[in-house]
């Protein structure tokens, strides 16, 4: 039997894929009425909107030419972007956090690489967090910036890829704890894991950025390096049971295998378990990532200036100049969000059906 080629097989699916839509959506008289009526919904909702956002938009100009055009204010955008990118930080600096963004934006880039994964790119994680914060201070020109002028987009990527590249370092032990045969080993790493996700991430942080200095009076305890404190082992106690996860999932001959050839507990956890763990959960960190990005605007409600509130705070205070300027820029920063976003959660989708074809052809090899 000759096999199936690669556009058959497409189309085939691709026609299984509109047989399930149709059943779901088609039906009965009464799917197909709620299909229709949403259908319509969704269509007078979306002409609205494209009137609103691109034929009758301002994309340059003043207040009043937005005013009479009467669509969105994309003019206050172009106005006030490096504000709400980059808040304060001085603008003849701005050079500092630009290459900040393109090194991390880099970085998640090349960690998207199969190819790439190893103990480079790990090093890698490791440096490029440490070399923006020493550009945006400004340890390699003679103009230091305090931390409290840090802002915007470049302080959001900051706080996220310290605190999720320095989780691990946690969250590793502390599966490996959770899953110990010593019963206080494991009883001390599953308390701290079960109290730290039993609290919201705000509560973590108001106790970072006020109980802390509160109890280390004779500290000068930086606001900064509190908050990647605290968010490190937040988000390190919901990494450790997704590397718990990985674990248990491996068959038990992985371990009886590894102890059958002399190899001690260390040396089968580092170059057996851990490995295959870390591979099969690859999906699941990067779902967790996109999460992790999305809860950063809390640190607003401390004191911080992440993206989202620098965009607010240049909204509130442009209001008297761009008068009803907030949905344009909460529009900005729906964008900016759903670029990073997006296109992370659709390699997520393709990285766990690569992984399971990769899994599949093994499978059939043995």
């Known amino acids: 039997m000759s096999s199936m080629s690669l556009p058959d ?17 088609f039906s009965s008289p009464l799917n197909t009425t709620i299909t229709l009526v949403v259908l319509a919904l969704i269509a007078w909702v979306g002409s609205h909107l494209v009137d609103w956002a691109f034929i009758r938009a301002t994309w340059s100009g003043t207040a009043q030419d937005c005013q009479v055009n009467g669509g969105a204010c994309w003019a206050f955008v172009g106005v006030n972007l490096k504000l709400m990118l980059f808040w304060t930080y001085p603008s003849d600096l701005l050079w500092r956090p630009i290459l900040g963004l393109v090194l991390m ?9 199969p190819r790439f994964w190893g103990r480079g790119l790990i090093l890698a994680w490791i440096a490029v967090p440490l070399l923006t914060c020493l550009l945006l ?3 390699f020109s003679g103009i230091t910036v305090s931390t409290n002028d840090w802002g915007g987009l470049p302080l959001t990527m900051l706080i996220w890829t310290i605190a999720y590249a320095s989780s691990f370092l946690i969250a590793i032990p502390l599966a490996l704890g959770r899953r110990s045969s010593m019963g206080g080993v494991r009883l001390v790493s599953t308390g701290f894991i079960e109290i730290v996700r039993g609290m919201p991430m705000l509560v973590v942080l108001y106790v970072s950025s006020l109980i802390v200095p509160m109890a280390l009076p004779y500290f000068d305890v930086n606001l900064f390096f509190s908050v990647e404190v605290a968010l490190t082992l937040f988000i390190a106690c919901y990494l450790a049971e997704v590397i718990r996860a990985g674990m248990q999932a491996l068959p038990a001959g992985q371990s009886e295998a590894a102890r059958a050839l002399g190899l001690s507990y260390w040396q089968t956890t580092g170059l057996v378990i851990l490995p295959q763990a870390l591979r099969a959960i690859i999906p699941p960190l990067v779902n967790l990532g996109i999460g992790v990005l ?12 992440d ?12 209001e008297q100049i761009w008068p009803h300027c907030y949905p344009e820029a909460y529009a900005f920063a729906a964008l900016v969000y759903f670029l990073i976003c997006f296109p992370a959660s659709r390699y997520s989708l393709w990285l766990e059906r690569r992984l399971k074809a990769s899994t599949s052809h ?5």
């Open 9 to 25: 097989a497409a189309r085939i699916r691709s026609s299984r894929r509109w047989q399930t839509l149709k059943a779901g959506l």
């Open 105 to 113: 934006f880099g970085l998640a880039g090349l960690s998207t690489i």
């Open 137 to 139: 201070r400004g340890y």
């Open 294 to 305: 999305l809860s950063t605007p809390l640190i607003g409600f401390i004191g911080m200036i």
């Open 307 to 318: 993206f989202l509130t620098a965009v607010r705070n240049t909204a509130a205070t442009n």
């Open 362 to 366: 093994q499978a059939k090899g043995k």
